[in-house]
């Protein structure tokens, strides 16, 4: 049975090993964003297919890859800013794998992905809902590594960088033509 205050003491007092707070920081919308995009589709009761949909739409997870890419004047989508290129590749993301592929439903969960990651309280009540959703099976992987140590993190994050995160997400702006399928064009 989920018992989130159980998880909760279960993971404190733990210490995590951070390299590069920044990359902690800008790999923390995507996965937010999957898990948001999971909970809304799945109308708040996790499915079978949840850890799936949740790895898939994040890039860390699904090719443990980063979630934005340093300039490089050699790439064209390097030269965007990275939270510019992290909703770009959300977005491309949530029209090529899960169900339910709709942009209108995009802008909707990143708009609450802001809401959550502007709270500390928000942010780590939805990491341990998917640490619970990720421990069934050959997913409980995800659920070990990089879950468990979000939850350990944002626990101790700024809550003011949050803000601020929260913040620029709110401004980024993607037209449908920066999506690169032309699939609105007139």
Sequence with gaps: MYDPLNLWTKLTGVVVLIENVKDVYLNLPPLVFAILYDKVTTLGIPTSESPWTISRLTPTLSSLSPAYLAQTPDIPFST?????QLKIALFRRVLTYPLYRSLALAEKVWGHSVQVVRGKRSL???LLEAREICMEGEWSVYGRIMIEDYVI??????????????????????????????????
């Design 80 to 84: 965007l800013p990275p939270l510019k």
């Design 124 to 126: 780590v009540r939805v």
């Design 153 to 186: 993190w944002a626990q101790g994050c700024r809550e003011r960088v949050l803000e601020v995160l929260a913040g620029e997400m709110e401004k980024v702006v993607v037209d449908e033509g920066e999506l690169g399928f032309d699939l609105f064009v007139n």
